[in-house]
């Protein structure tokens, strides 16, 4: 059997919602470049009692509330590397370098400048992704959506995909123009469900595709915004996701729905089976809201996606 490494890891916020990064020494492997901060998980030894330790020798700080963000799995001929990362919302004790390391209390928007291992990068996707993600019903126009889209988040929704599947383009576009300038200006994440060439034209952050755009896309590039994502249901839409390049995926239906009741859900036992194979942020969708959000993160999703949880 192939020996397993287990790495335990922490996006650390403190109370102005910045992130805590450490930059690796010079002299080790990819010296210099900034990674967020956790160690090795000996046998037997619980993750979070394994961070916890971690986080106390390198940082001098004790957590007090975490919970699960992004399992990330590497299998390699020799050995499987699985990177267990979590979010710590609360801690004790003043953070610093107790190695020698620089560290730096980064803004979210400031992310991208820093530089991370490869293998970092699903981690600063989770880091910047919402857990409760709004999906749109249905509206007639962009006023009625901008009006529901609130009201959602009022509700606790932190981010929106906008579906309006039955509206024709010059309408999706009005509505999406519109959506777009509300949710830069409430600083509030937002993906298009539409076409590559749509999207492009737009000028949208973010494109979300469905399972049969995904499978026809050749290439990330295509779509020129920041955050690709895209539907998914089974083994092979994952594994087209994550070879294409996405930032997340939506894998579904986990439980029965009312709008889908013909087709039989997953249950969380197969949902957390995909999910342990998968390298990019994962939400659950189909019968989800504020109810199964711890469930959906000890599965290891990065949280869940609806309609009518944050819709009315």
């Known amino acids: 059997m192939p020996k397993l490494i287990h790495v335990a890891a922490a996006v650390i916020l403190n109370a102005q919602g910045q992130i805590l990064l450490a930059r690796r020494p010079e002299d080790k492997h990819q010296g210099g470049l900034w990674e967020f901060p956790g160690g090795k ?52 004790g003043e953070a610093y370098g107790r190695e020698g390391q620089p560290i730096a209390w980064v803004d979210r928007s400031g992310l991208a400048s820093y530089e991370f291992p490869a293998a970092n990068k699903p981690i600063v996707a989770a880091a910047l992704l919402p857990s409760r993600l709004l999906i749109t019903g249905g509206c007639d126009n962009a006023n009625q959506y901008l009006e529901a889209v609130e009201g959602g988040l009022n509700r606790g929704a932190e981010g929106v995909m906008l579906r309006a599947k039955h509206l024709a383009d010059d309408s999706f576009v009005d509505v999406a123009r519109s959506m777009l300038e509300y949710c830069r200006t409430h600083n509030v994440f937002l993906t298009l469900n539409t076409g590559v060439e749509l999207a492009n034209d737009l000028g949208a952050d973010g494109l979300h595709l469905s399972s049969a755009r995904l499978m026809a896309m050749e290439s990330r590039d295509q779509f020129v915004g920041r955050w690709l994502s895209a539907s998914c249901h089974n083994v092979e839409e994952l594994a087209k996701a994550q070879a294409l390049g996405v930032d997340f995926v939506t894998l579904s239906p986990v439980a029965a729905t009312a709008s889908h009741p013909e087709t039989p859900p997953m249950g969380w036992e197969r949902f957390t089976e995909l999910v342990a194979e998968t390298t990019i942020p994962v939400y659950a969708l189909g019968g989800m809201g504020e109810n199964t959000l711890r469930q959906a993160w000890d599965a290891g999703a990065q949280g869940v996606a609806a309609i009518s949880a944050w819709w009315e």
């Open 41 to 92: 998980v000996e046998p037997a030894e619980p993750v979070v009692e394994a961070l916890a330790r971690e986080l106390d020798e390198e940082l001098g700080i004790q957590i007090t509330t975490a919970r699960p963000l992004i399992q990330i799995p590497h299998h390699y001929p020799d050995k499987s590397v699985l990177l267990d990362v979590y979010e710590v919302s609360a801690f004790e």
